[in-house]
């Protein structure tokens, strides 16, 4: 470790029973996108005993600033960089029995939003008391939303973040062991569109089909010609995925379906091929509807774009975890995931990285479990890995070290 490691490092494993202690108050009482009222006035309280003014964004969301008080460095004007913590919970009934068990029935914290929450209020405070050993600025994020995919997007054109030169986020990784951290350049993280696809048709008794539109036929033909477009529109290099999870039609046995619903997510890398997908669907469903004398009409909603990790900061970021963990700790590279995360609003707009953190111990089976399992924990041993990326990566960044 270098001497700023050193320094930060023995700092915060001198806060980790906090930490701890605020991951499981958070964990308790878990609130939903759109809901984080308690959660942001707990992570102001904080703040306010850290002695870091801060405001509301993004309606639930939480912005505070920090100035290092270190000499500039002659090489050029002083650097910025955003963090952030995601802080909803998702509706889930947490099935598991620990001391910290939610307590809001049907709602539970199954994803880590909690630990990243808690981390990054233990790294401003570590930041806040060793203020003097960096200069520039640390912008502090607690954004509402990322579930749903709309908080990041707010946060970012609210211009939080514009004056940033860097932004970096973590993310629990039940599939990697506590102690290692992910950190790879490039796509990461599929974009996520939501698309519901309305049929209208003709209604008829079922004994004559001919005298309507069979609106529960055309959506099964969509169901079936959408994966076409995955084996025989797109190449087979690339990765998608056209996922259709609900499909409603129809009022009765003996009537011929009037109306039919299909809803689905759309899973790509880059902006290209996720343009190309959505327009074919678009086009695949009217046809066909069309082609069986009915008509149908798409919504769409634009979740998330894909997160690619900037090479630059990526290599920056892998710098201080080589350091502070050691190469046999430190992945670089991996299976990109198409679960989607709206961090990659940020890296739109700032350069950036997304750090997965090991949170997997194999003596505790729960830490194991797919997230948005309603078993889902962390080995809170990944809490202080998580602190000392966002606190020594911003110090470093800052000074110029990586």
Not at 15 to 22: E, K, R
Not at 236 to 247: A, D, F, Q, T, Y
Request: overall charge negative; hydrophobic content about 40%; aromatic content about 6%.
């Amino acid at each position: 470790m270098t001497e700023l490691e050193k320094t930060l490092y023995a700092d915060i494993l001198s806060d980790h029973s906090y930490v701890t202690g605020l991951r499981r108050t958070f964990h308790q009482f878990p609130e939903l996108a759109r809901e984080e009222e308690q959660t942001a006035a707990r992570i102001e309280r904080e703040l306010d005993l850290i002695g870091l003014s801060h405001r509301r964004v993004a309606g639930t969301g939480v912005y505070a600033e920090l100035e290092g008080t270190a000499p500039s460095s002659p090489e050029g004007s002083p650097r910025c960089i955003v963090l952030r913590a995601d802080i909803d919970a998702l509706p889930v009934l947490q099935e598991n029995d620990v001391p910290y068990k939610s307590r809001i029935p049907g709602k539970m914290h199954a994803c880590g939003h909690d630990a990243h929450n808690a981390a990054l209020i233990g790294a401003a405070r570590v930041l806040s008391r060793n203020r003097d050993l960096f200069s520039g600025r640390v912008l502090f994020t607690w954004q509402p939303g990322e579930e749903v995919g709309y908080g990041a997007r707010l946060i970012v054109d609210e211009g939080c973040i514009d004056a940033a030169d860097r932004s970096f986020g973590v993310h629990m990784a039940s599939n990697v062991p506590v102690g290692s951290v992910v950190l790879m350049p490039g796509p990461n993280n599929a974009s996520v569109d939501w698309f519901r696809i309305r049929v209208h048709g003709l209604g008829a008794h079922v004994s004559t089909p001919q005298r309507g539109v069979d609106a529960a036929y055309i959506a099964s033909q969509i169901v079936v010609s959408a994966q076409a477009l995955v084996t025989r529109r797109i190449s087979p290099m690339e990765n998608v995925l056209i996922g259709i999870g609900k499909i409603t039609a129809g009022t009765a046995y003996n009537v011929v379906a009037q109306e039919a619903e299909l809803e689905g997510t759309i899973r790509v890398f880059t902006p290209e091929i996720r343009r190309q997908v959505k327009a074919e669907l678009e086009a695949l469903a009217k046809r066909t509807a069309e082609s069986f004398g009915g008509s149908a009409e798409l919504d769409w909603n634009d979740n998330t774009s894909a997160l690619i990790n900037d090479p630059q900061a990526t290599a920056e970021a892998q710098k201080t975890a080589l350091s502070l963990f050691g190469e046999a700790h430190v992945i670089t590279s991996r299976q990109p995931d198409l679960g989607g995360d709206d961090f990659a609003e940020y890296i739109k707009r700032v350069p950036g990285v997304y750090a997965y953190v090991g949170s997997a111990n194999p003596r505790n089976p729960d830490t194991q479990v797919a997230h948005h399992n309603s078993h889902f924990d962390i080995d809170e041993d990944a809490l202080t890995v998580a602190v000392s990326l966002y606190a020594c990566y911003a110090a470093e960044y800052l000074n110029r070290l990586v």
